[in-house]
């Protein structure tokens, strides 16, 4: 089994910032892509950051220029600075990650309990 622990969420006014950090443990043979979803009340998760082993980004269009996704993988963590918040922002974050278990040698997605992130004044 795999565990992701988040940390980082809480309440900012506009045009604030918050770091997002999750931390993976557990029966980890190979990280391939780690990433944060977001889901705001009401709509469905979206992708919201992503990197790969090799350091290949995607962000969603809402959040270009404003977010940057970093990761050591070394240390099984992957973190989400964001920048310039607003309160279509807020959402709870959910941490993604894409891996081969140690174990079984199964590939699959596993996902963080999540973490509030709330823009407001």
């Known amino acids: 089994q795999v565990q992701l622990v988040e940390s980082g969420g809480g309440l900012v006014q506009p045009g604030g910032s918050l770091r997002l950090s999750c931390a993976a443990s557990?029966?980890?043979?190979?990280?391939?892509?780690m990433g944060w979803y977001r889901q705001a009340p009401g709509k469905q998760r979206e992708l919201a950051a992503a990197?790969?082993?090799?350091?290949?980004?995607n962000y969603a269009d809402s959040v270009k220029g404003r977010f940057t996704i970093s990761r050591d993988f070394a240390k099984k963590t992957v973190y989400l600075q964001m920048n310039s918040l607003k309160p279509e922002d807020t959402a709870v974050y959910y941490c993604?990650?894409?891996?081969?278990?140690?174990?079984?040698?199964?590939?699959?997605?596993?996902w963080g309990q999540g973490t509030q992130v709330t823009v407001s004044s």
């Open positions: 993604n990650a894409d891996v081969k278990d140690r174990e079984s040698y199964y590939r699959q997605d596993y």
């Open positions: 557990g029966s980890i043979f190979i990280i391939y892509a």
């Open positions: 990197i790969t082993s090799g350091g290949r980004t």
